[in-house]
């Protein structure tokens, strides 16, 4: 592993007790395997990265955090997540490839939501004409995925923009329409984010 990855996983290690590994695996399943950091441990412990390697621009944060995602642990793939959240003014559109292979992966909600809403969809709010249009083609694609994680993305990445006020109302109606049309489309998760953005529009 890179230095701050190692800096990183040690810092997680170090944070977790065992009784919290074992309530993760209790409330989130055994898809993942689990340190027992809590949330707040894996932000500071991020925090503590970023300053202990301030050098570290776009490819290397990117390339991070692919090295945290890479192995099956909750805690790293959850610091991946907040290392982006982190430094989302250093993504850019064409990170939505890497970010497509860490939902397909996510194995539980309490990763691909983080990273449907405070990754991606706060992601769009920053992208100029040309690249939103990049973007919707992006995720039209993921509303009819296999992958029942990019298809809850493609809703939920429309939350933030709703939150502001500033919601693509025909947007949303057109991923709605994607989404429920696809294979297998209406399943509880998919229909929870849908839930979940008609109460942020107030409908």
């Known amino acids: 592993m890179s230095a701050a990855a190692d800096f990183i996983d040690d810092s997680l290690q170090y944070e977790?007790?065992?009784e919290r590994a074992e309530d993760y695996e209790r409330r989130l399943g055994d898809a993942l395997e689990f340190y027992g950091a809590s949330v707040g441990a894996i932000r500071g412990t991020i925090r503590n990265a970023s300053r202990r390697y301030p050098e570290l621009?776009?490819?290397a944060i990117t390339a991070l955090a692919s090295e945290l995602w890479a192995r099956p642990v909750f805690e790293r793939r959850l610091a991946a997540v907040v290392l982006l959240q982190?430094?989302?003014k250093l993504l850019h559109i064409s990170d939505l490839t890497r970010v497509e292979g860490f939902l397909r992966?996510?194995?539980?909600?309490?990763?691909?939501?983080?990273?449907?809403?405070?990754?991606?969809?706060?992601?769009?709010?920053r992208l100029n004409e040309q690249d939103a249009l990049r973007a919707r083609a992006v995720l039209e694609r993921w509303a009819?995925?296999?992958?029942?994680?990019l298809r809850r993305a493609a809703v939920l990445v429309h939350l933030p923009a709703f939150r502001k006020g500033e919601g693509d109302e025909a947007g949303f109606r057109r991923t709605v329409r994607l989404v429920t049309g696809a294979q297998d489309g209406r399943v509880e998760e998919v229909e929870e984010a849908i839930r979940i953005l008609r109460e942020a529009r107030g409908s």
């Open 105 to 125: 992966s996510a194995a539980v909600q309490d990763l691909a939501d983080p990273i449907a809403v405070d990754v991606v969809g706060a992601l769009l709010l």
């Open 57 to 59: 621009q776009h490819d």
């Open 86 to 88: 982190s430094n989302l």
């Open 16 to 18: 977790s007790t065992e």
């Open 144 to 149: 009819v995925s296999e992958s029942v994680w």
